[in-house]
């Protein structure tokens, strides 16, 4: 059952809330203490993200008086592990059709899941399939990495395939060694195609220098195409105001699901809410299935899970309340 702490504290918040101002909820689910910062309908948000290695939230979110922590991303690379779209460019394209935020200009948000694909096709050849642009989510395939990526890409895993791309035709084609061994300029103009594994390999190699290729992407479902931002984390767990958690179908690992651990998430019903439950130790905290029940029974329409953990932070008016560690990107609200 949930329980508000000091019905009096919760008013005097933000006197202001009526008047469409953010405002702040104390609450205890179980014996965990909930946070939960209500935005108005309208609001300004901004996509943040470390541009060297990773980083407190506060960093991330400095001059923003509202933030929370955003999506996955492997601590031992530093790279992102999920969606990361700003102003239409993809600093990291979505894994796994997990589930994402999507949001415009204007105030139009939306939470679903998301596939998506890149596609390359050149004259006289099937389009080549591109499962990732900028992501450290790396398997056999082929992969995209523009100067969103960094200054530079150094070879991921061994033996790759590299087409050096100037703006749209093959330059160039490069076999590489060991995973570290090879590393290749980006920039505006210049980004590259990487071949992992016999069959992707094959694909590659039959692009002709000077060739010009199409660049394409496919968006499931499409509307979302027409979103610029994007923030993906997961599982989904509440649409259209059902518990809809699935973490197997969003490809995470069995334990991820059962383990308790302090949660960070996204709630959308007339407006977008930042939840943050339980202190930034693995150990506390919710299991999934508990926040998911938990955010439908406070009538979110739709609700996302974003990274939890030790990387739950959430800032507000400035102070932060809920301290995690470094993290590698997160969401925050422009005064």
Not at 217 to 225: G, S
Not at 300 to 312: E, H, I, K, P
Request: aromatic content about 8%.
């Amino acid at each position: 059952m949930v329980r508000i702490l000091g019905c009096l504290l919760g008013l005097s918040l933000w006197a202001g809330a009526a008047w469409g101002l953010p405002h702040l909820e104390l609450k205890v689910w179980g014996s965990q203490p909930v946070r939960v910062v209500r935005l108005p309908s309208r609001v300004r948000l901004q996509l943040l993200k470390a541009t060297d290695g990773l980083q407190p939230l506060e960093n991330l979110a400095f001059g923003m008086p509202i933030a929370i922590n955003g999506g996955f991303f492997n601590r031992l690379t530093q790279q992102p592990l999920g969606a990361l779209r700003w102003q239409g460019q993809w600093w990291s394209s979505p894994i796994l059709g997990r589930g994402v935020l999507a949001w415009n200009d204007q105030g139009e948000m939306r939470i679903s899941r998301l596939r998506w694909r890149g596609q390359v096709r050149a004259a006289g050849m099937d389009p080549i399939p591109v499962l990732t642009l900028n992501s450290g989510y790396v398997v056999p395939g082929v992969a995209a990495y523009t100067h969103h990526w960094g200054s530079r890409y150094v070879a991921q895993t061994d033996e790759e395939l590299v087409a050096l791309m100037e703006q749209d035709r093959v330059v160039a084609l490069y076999p590489t060694g060991r995973a570290g061994g090879s590393s290749f300029p980006l920039s505006r103009r210049q980004w590259l195609l990487v071949a992992r594994g016999w069959q992707a390999w094959q694909r590659l190699q039959d692009l002709s220098l000077g060739s010009q290729v199409v660049w394409s992407e496919q968006f499931d479902p499409p509307e979302l195409e027409d979103f610029p931002h994007l923030l993906g984390a997961g599982p989904l767990l509440v649409a259209e105001g059902r518990v809809v958690l699935d973490a197997e179908w969003e490809r995470f690992q069995p334990a991820f699901a059962r383990q308790r651990a302090a949660r960070s998430a996204l709630c959308l019903d007339n407006s977008l809410s930042l939840i943050s439950v339980g202190a930034s130790q693995e150990s506390l905290g919710l299991t999934l299935a508990e926040l998911a029940n938990f955010l439908q029974q406070q009538g979110c329409r739709f609700a996302l899970n974003l990274d939890g953990g030790s990387s739950t932070t959430l800032i507000w008016q400035g102070q932060t309340l809920t301290s995690g560690s470094r993290i590698h990107n997160g969401l925050g609200v422009v005064p």
